[in-house]
């Protein structure tokens, strides 16, 4: 295990090697684990994202600052993180989460990677704990809509209508598939404004809803993207042409919902 490795990619160097083989170390490994670590590395981690986030965007409100916050602390983020930086082949594991592919697991990296960042702060303090921090964070807020990031399809496609002065969507519960304790809801969503009838699939209503809407979005933008010359009166293209997909919404452990496929056009 090649640890000077994995000091390069964080861009810090341990005083005391103990500190980074104990956070590397699952609790399924030995007494002496990672879990005290993590919860240290958790709260330093809140306190400089909240801190790159106050110093980025001034014009945003509290609100929206903790929704962004909690989207790029979340398990899922921080796996994201721990795969750039190959954590999985540094970890200690028991011989029983070895087997069962732990070093795969993403609560297991995220939570390895909150530990290195407590320890980064035992071992030389605030300042180097908050540089290795902002060096995860900063790449990734260049390439982040800080209005979009962290809201789900449902609250984006009410956000967009509203924007446009368009009435909200409909949704209905067209089937349930499977048998009772693996059901799967087909829910319908409309924009009849706009002409959108797309549907969504998911392992509960709520999933279903949000593959919709992720679906009708992409197709409300799509219709909406070129506006009509001045003078002419011109119907939406999706007016013009009903529109109708199918989006499926699998549930995964850190919540993630894949991208639907594209729109497919009804008949006229």
Known sequence: ????????RLGYTFQDAGLLQQAL?????SSLHNERLEFLGDSILNCVVASILYE????????DLSRLRANLVKQQSLYEIAQKLELSQFLRLGEGELKSGGFRRPSILADTLEALLGAIFLDGGFNPARDVIRAFYIPILESVDPQTLGKDAKTLLQEFLQSKKISLPLYN????????HSQEFEIECLVPKLGIQVYGRGGSRRAGEQAAAKLALEVAEQALVKTPAAGRKAK???????????ATV???EAGNEPSP???????K
């Not at 295990?1 to 390069?8: K, P, R, S």
């Not at 170390?25 to 490994?29: A, F, L, Q, W, Y």
């Not at 980025?56 to 609100?63: C, K, P």
């Not at 939406?236 to 199918?246: D, H, N, V, Y």
Request: glycine share 6%; charged share 15%.
């Open 1 to 8: 295990m090649n640890l000077q490795l994995l000091q390069t």
């Open 25 to 29: 170390t699952h609790r399924s490994h």
């Open 56 to 63: 980025r965007f001034v014009a945003i409100d509290e609100g």
């Open 173 to 180: 519960v067209v089937a349930t598939h499977g048998a009772a």
């Open 236 to 246: 939406p293209r999706a007016a013009q042409l009903k529109l109708a997909g199918i």
């Open 250 to 252: 699998q549930t995964t």
């Open 261 to 267: 496929p594209p729109a497919k056009a009804a008949n």
